[in-house]
């Protein structure tokens, strides 16, 4: 994903939601609840068809930290793929090697995840892999390199996830620093953070 320089409070309060999952952020929607700057407390009103639309599709883009270019792609493959294409939308991202290593604990965030893949720091069934949107297969087995569990936060994501825990599709070792994709997720079982894809579905069948 292109850099982007907007403080992560900031694009939260925006967006109303926090898609990053860090407790901090929730704490600052309680404290300052209303969009950033001069005017977000005073905007009010309902917001048209395509406000939500547009804003769903930032929060799904934000989340899994990729492009426009990049999550027309994924919506794109998801459309063309049997099934639903919302749904398929999302197990896509989820599938990303960047996601699943965040959501097993071996990095604190997305972002560190991607930055973590990119450095090959990761085994995919025991070969090196080093592209953050490559897409992972139900028993796949992620795991830290040898030479990579000394870097300090690495080992504080895992000391981490302990707290939040992972996701019941998939099954963590902690001492050998190794996670398996036991399934594909089925819709209902992603509910963190809470979407609603169709809009993004409605929004780019315009």
């Given amino acids: 994903m292109a850099k982007n ?3 992560k409070g900031k694009i939260v309060r925006r967006l109303g939601v926090n898609i990053f999952g860090n407790p901090k952020y929730d704490r600052l929607l309680e404290r300052r609840p209303t969009p950033p700057g001069q005017h977000g407390a005073a905007r009010k009103g309902k917001p048209s068809d395509y406000a939500r639309q547009l804003l769903e599709k930032q929060k799904v883009r934000f989340c899994y930290g990729l492009s426009e270019k ?3 792609h994924v919506f794109d493959k998801a459309k063309a793929m049997k099934g639903i294409t919302g749904h398929n939308m999302l197990q896509l991202l989820e599938r ?3 996601n699943m ?3 097993l604990g071996l990095a604190a965030s997305r972002a ?3 930055v973590f893949v990119r450095h090959g720091h990761y085994l995919v069934n025991g070969r090196k892999v080093d592209i953050p949107s490559y897409l992972v297969k139900a028993g796949d087995v992620i795991e830290v390199k040898e030479k990579s569990r000394k870097v300090a936060k690495i080992a504080e994501a895992m000391e981490g996830v ?3 825990g992972i996701p019941t599709w998939l099954s963590l070792e902690r001492d ?3 996670g398996t994709v036991k399934s594909i997720p089925l819709r209902e079982e992603l ?3 809470v979407f609603e894809e169709q809009l993004i579905v409605e929004l780019y069948s315009k």
């Fill in 112 to 114: 560190e995840a991607r």
């Fill in 191 to 193: 509910t963190s953070p």
């Fill in 5 to 7: 320089f907007m403080p």
């Fill in 70 to 72: 990049q999550f027309r």
């Fill in 162 to 164: 302990m707290r939040r």
């Fill in 96 to 98: 990303r090697l960047d």
């Fill in 176 to 178: 050998a620093f190794r």
């Fill in 101 to 103: 290593v965040f959501r």
